[in-house]
Nanobody, 115 residues
């Protein structure tokens, strides 16, 4: 069973930075497509960034140039470096993995950006 554990969330002022981490177990991490989503109360979960098995990243337009997704296959970990944070980035951030037909979600980590 795949398990994902996020960390690194917290409270930061606008313009600040945070780095989220997601440690995976129970899967062949190097074969997994990884992603970060976020969700605010009353809204659907939104895709933020993805990274392919080969390390190719993609981002939603609202975070391009500010967020960077990366992976360390030796540590079975995916990261989301978030710079120039804005109040509208406030959300619970979730890690997601897909390996073949196996998918998994982390428990989420809260990111709060104050103005």
């Amino acid at each position: 069973q795949v398990q994902l554990v996020e960390s690194g969330g917290g409270l930061v002022q606008a313009g600040g930075s945070l780095r989220l981490s997601c440690a995976a177990s129970g899967s062949i991490f190097s074969l997994s497509h990884m992603a970060w989503y976020r969700q605010t109360p009353g809204k659907q979960r939104e895709l933020v960034a993805t990274i392919s098995r080969s390390g190719n990243p993609n981002y939603v337009d609202s975070v391009k140039g500010r967020f960077t997704i990366s992976r360390d296959n030796a540590k079975n970990t995916v990261y989301l470096q978030m710079n120039s944070l804005k109040p509208e980035d406030t959300a619970v951030y979730y890690c997601y993995s897909q390996e073949g037909l196996k998918t998994a979600w982390g428990q989420g980590t809260q990111v709060t950006v104050s103005s």
